[in-house]
């Protein structure tokens, strides 16, 4: 609990937000400090309790989020352009490559009857356990040459039964895809590599990533076919031909982390002994409806505790056709980064936590949990570049989200005592604090 809004925050918003007014900007700076300085589960009473020095009750976060003209969406969307055209170049005639990562992510709701555009992601059976249910959103994030993580504005997967009942058009999640790398704020120095699920690969992906001059990097699926040179399926699958190949025809591929040419975009740093080692062969080959493209076959051997060595085989299709086996397994490597990320924004800034019946206000509370995680990112840059020993900047470099929770809160925790200081000097400030203090008693 502390007792005002971090200078830090009151910056961020303030920086550039015309687009709203100073009322909901105060609302803002209210919802991100609940995300970011409430300790715990972020239910709207444990985000309206962080701030001792501006009480306000759940109820009215509760309405501000369940407001139609409340568009976080939009105020995400314009914050993170600005974010991005802030982003300097390298120099002119250099090509920034910026990894972009999509996939989706389930967040569980619990078993409540009201909960709209949900789907069952355990059902009760016989009467006994629990049902749960989840919703779908499409999420991505996009790691830039400096180890930023800029995450993508969110998109929701509809289920047929809310779109009847909101006269909404369904919309598949392939199709939410293609309209997020359309709407994706690029530089226009910086070349982008798309890293997808096998959920998404396909013609659609394909096509996209071609006429927006993008390349890409996916597993396919056991039944994708090779081609003739009339483009008509052969009936012989692309893992047919990699489970087929011998152990001869393999090239051993080791990546070191540390020393790996992605290891900026992992925010690695310093020395590591660790090393992943793959056994891998590629080839330029048509594929059915997809056409010239580089298929990489690659085995790894992942060690496990008390059991035998675990093999586990991946066939990555890319329209990048001149790179070679070694680069499309080191920056496929990094789709894992968007795992890490659903975990924490579950973990550390609360996405499940939300508990209205009110579906448009759980969008809200998702975006503005986005708006905190790129105010995070914002922050560290921020103190990365202004700090001087070689021990804070290896700390800001890669730190992560839990980490810079910890920073962040220690930081506004030195703002509150210097506030609490200074209102020791004032009789008006002091009264202040022994009323607040007062109805905090009183509340408990």
Known sequence: ???????????????????????????????????????????????????????????????????????TRQLYIRVLDSLVSRLRSVGKGKKRLWVAILDG???????????????????KRRGKGRSTKSHTFL????????????????????????CRKHQKTFVSQTTLMK????TMPIPKDVQIIVLADEYFEGPVLHRTCAALNMLYIS???????????????????????????SRAALTRVCLRSCEDTTAVYRRRTGTSPSKRVYFATSEVRNVSTLGDVRIAYSWKIQPQRQRRARRTFKVLVSNATAWDTASLIEFYELRWQIEIFFRELKSFLGIEDFTGADFSAYERFLDLALLAYLFLEQWRVKHLNTARSLVKKACYSSARTST?????????????????TTSLRSRKNLRHMIHCLERIQRAA
């Open 179 to 182: 309209r997020m790398l359309e």
């Open 404 to 420: 810079l929770l910890s920073l962040f809160h220690h930081e506004a925790s030195l703002e509150s005592l210097q506030f609490m």
């Open 1 to 71: 609990m502390l007792w005002q809004i971090p200078q830090g925050i009151r910056e961020f918003i303030g920086d550039g937000w015309g687009m709203i007014g100073p009322r909901k900007q105060d609302v803002v700076a209210r919802i991100l400090s609940g995300f970011l300085l409430c300790r715990g589960k972020k239910s709207l009473a444990a985000m309206a309790r962080t701030l001792a020095g501006e009480l306000r009750h759940r109820a009215s976060l509760s309405k501000a989020l369940q407001r139609s003209h409340f568009a």
């Open 219 to 245: 597993p396919v699926n056991s039944r994708r076919c090779f081609a003739d040179s009339s483009g008509k399926s052969t009936g012989d699958t692309l893992f047919d031909r990699g489970l087929a190949l």
């Open 105 to 123: 992510v389930y967040t569980q709701r619990g078993g409540f009857s009201k909960v709209e555009n949900a789907r069952h992601f355990k059902e």
């Open 139 to 162: 999420m991505g994030l996009l790691l830039t040459d400096t180890g930023m993580r800029l995450p993508l504005p969110r998109r929701t997967w509809y289920t047929r039964a809310y």
